[in-house]
C-alpha cells in the first residue's frame, strides 16, 4: 500500500477527471456489449460526479460492439480496414444508446464528441473543441 495515501491525496484534491474505458471492460468474452458492467460504469461515475467533480468519459468499444452486434467473432485488429467502419458505425450507436438510457435514470444528459487529428493541429479548429468541450463540462 506504499504511495496509496499519497495518491489518494491528489485524487481527493482532484477537481476535473478523465476516465478512459477501454474495449475489454466494455465488452463480454464474445464481443457483445456487456450492459451490466456498463450500468455499474456510469453508477461510479454518478458518484463521483456527486462529489463535486467533474468527469469526462472517454471511451472505446464501438467496434468490438458492432462485432457483437453482427456476430462476428475474432479481433478487430484482425479485420479489414471495411470491416472495422462498419462495425464501428453498428456498435457506435449501440455504445451511445446504452451510454444515454444510464445516464439519464440519474437525470444526466450525456454528449459525444468525435475528435480527429486536424481538430488538434488546426487552431481555429482546436479553438472551437476546447470551447465545445469547456461549455458541455460548465452545463455538467
Known sequence: MEGYKERKAIIDKT??????????VLTKENGELDIERI??????IVDIKKSGREIV???????????????????P???PIHLKQTCAAIG??????????EFSKYGIIPAQVLITEEDLQNEEKYRNLWTTLSTLIAMG
Open 92 to 101: 457506435q450507436i449501440e455504445l451511445m444508446k446504452q451510454y444515454g438510457m
Open 77 to 79: 485488429d484482425e479485420l
Open 39 to 44: 450500468k455499474k460504469l456510469v453508477k461510479q
Open 15 to 24: 477537481k476535473r477527471m478523465v476516465v478512459k474505458v477501454g474495449t475489454g
Open 57 to 75: 468519459l472517454v471511451t472505446s468499444g464501438a467496434i468490438a460492439g458492432g462485432m457483437g452486434r453482427i456476430g462476428l467473432r475474432g479481433r
